[in-house]
């Protein structure tokens, strides 16, 4: 299980320390274990403040969040109240969250880190900055990038990919866990809240369910590529042959162009070409009328 202090806890929740302690003194969150001085809270802790976070946004009070509170732990043992709400809160990825500094952003993609892609990666949740560094909170998304980077991609193309793939999984994501919500709250909780052993049967219906839809993910996503790489490659060949076929076709055209005309007469004033041959003029070697040159000598 995940322990956090409390700064840690605010950061991940997306409020303030001093939020959090508010709602400790409102009764909201309950108190973290002590090691010395310093409080350790869990996924419960997180999940409620989750919880807290999305009921102030829908416009609902801290008087009707601790009513709400209230009543679901008079419905259930408290500790499977802790144990369901650590269910909703622990982390679906065993990854390890990393850092980076300036210096090796810039080593990892060099000539790329411009202030656009830096805010853009930020906003992205790819980035996180802390002090004059950055948190990673993926770091095989951060290497992903580096590797697309490296066999010669644009880093504000792979941010687009990233950009279009964080929309459309955070779709299907909803449009999951709504199903998965309606189906256990309608099982589960007909009176339209957990109360007694549903809340420990939901944590335990809950933790069952996590690792199959990201099954079922990975395994239509798999499919999915494969799909589509035998598409893009068919359309790559089919476009090779079409090239291959055009040259053929023009190379032919060419050579029977050359072969096909009959022999015309060369120009009279081409070599060995034109009339009959003509004598020689007279003052040629060897010209003259015939045997006129020999009718002296003999006479």
Do not use: C
Not at 15 to 31: E, M
Not at 157 to 173: C, F, H, M, Q
Not at 193 to 205: H, S
């Amino acid at each position: 299980m995940a322990e956090y202090r409390i700064d840690e806890l605010a950061r991940l929740a997306g409020t303030t320390v001093r939020n959090v302690r508010v709602y400790q003194d409102r009764g909201l969150l309950s108190p973290p274990r002590r090691e010395g001085r310093v409080g350790i809270y869990t996924e419960a802790h997180l999940a409620r403040l989750r919880l807290i976070g999305q009921l102030l946004k829908r416009g609902y009070t801290f008087a009707n969040i601790s009513e709400l509170v209230t009543v679901w732990e008079r419905g259930g043992d408290l500790n499977d109240i802790l144990g369901f709400e650590s269910a909703m809160g622990d982390p679906w990825s065993d990854e390890i969250p990393g850092y980076v500094t300036m210096r090796e952003l810039r080593e990892m993609f060099p000539g790329q880190v411009s202030a656009p892609n830096v805010t853009r990666s930020l906003r992205l949740g790819l980035l996180e900055r802390e002090g004059l560094r950055f948190r990673v909170p993926s770091p095989r998304l951060l290497n992903a990038g580096a590797e697309l980077v490296a066999a010669g991609m644009e880093l504000s193309t792979v941010l687009d990919i990233s950009e279009r793939l964080k929309e459309r999984v955070g779709a299907l994501a909803g449009e999951l866990v709504r199903a998965v919500a309606d189906h256990i709250l309608a099982e589960h909780a007909p009176q339209g809240i957990l109360q007694g052993d549903e809340i420990a049967e939901t944590a335990t219906l809950v933790r069952r369910l996590r690792p199959l839809a990201q099954t079922a993910v990975d395994a239509m996503l798999a499919d999915a590529m494969a799909r589509s790489l035998h598409e893009v490659m068919g359309e790559h060949f089919a476009e090779v042959l079409e090239h291959i076929n055009e040259r053929k076709g023009a190379a032919a055209g060419t050579a029977g162009g050359g072969a096909g005309a009959p022999d015309r007469a060369a120009p009279d004033d081409a070599p060995g070409a034109g009339a009959p041959d003509r004598a020689a003029p007279d003052d040629a070697p060897g010209g003259g009328a015939p045997g006129s040159g020999a009718g002296r000598r003999s006479a």
